[in-house]
């Protein structure tokens, strides 16, 4: 004779699977936190990056400045040129950021310029930190291009 499953033995089934997948998501929390942390930071470095390159592809200064509020980065970009391009003018959010430093002092705002001819004023090393994790970005103007994050 087959045995079919009463109504209380499935919600059984649904309430150890429901604790089951809790503890699951509260171990992979921090782990979430830090991947959306190194998201972050990269996707800076490369709007940093393209801003850099278009300043000496179109031959016009960048502005790019960066404000911090909260846990939130508010970056824009911002352009001299008369005509503008793809991307110019732009505004960006970056979450996950606790501290932002520069040159190992702590900042709320910093303005950095890419000229025309490939230098970045001023030069320094951008440091970005979450709750337990500090990247960092150098401004590498010796070399004409901004370095990728690396951990500090």
């Known amino acids: 004779m087959k045995k079919t499953l009463t109504i209380l033995e499935l919600f059984f089934c649904v309430a150890i699977l429901a604790l089951v997948g809790s503890l699951v998501i509260f171990k992979a929390k921090p782990m979430i936190a830090q991947y959306r942390f190194q998201t972050s ?3 800076l ?3 940093l990056e393209w801003s850099h390159k278009v300043a000496m592809s179109a ?8 404000e911090k509020k909260k846990d939130t980065l508010y970056c824009t970009r911002v352009t001299d040129e008369p005509l503008g391009f793809r991307g110019g003018n732009k505004e960006l959010k970056i979450e996950q950021i606790t ?3 520069f040159d190992g002092e702590e900042i709320s705002e910093l303005k950095l310029t890419f000229t025309r001819t490939g230098s970045i004023r001023p030069e320094g090393n951008i440091q970005l930190s979450s709750s337990n994790k500090t990247l960092q970005i150098p401004l590498n103007p010796a070399q004409n291009r901004v370095i990728a994050a690396s951990e500090t």
Do not use: G, S
């Open 99 to 101: 501290q932002l430093f």
């Open 41 to 43: 930071v990269h996707r």
């Open 45 to 47: 470095a490369k709007e």
């Open 59 to 66: 031959e016009a200064d960048i502005d790019f400045r960066i």
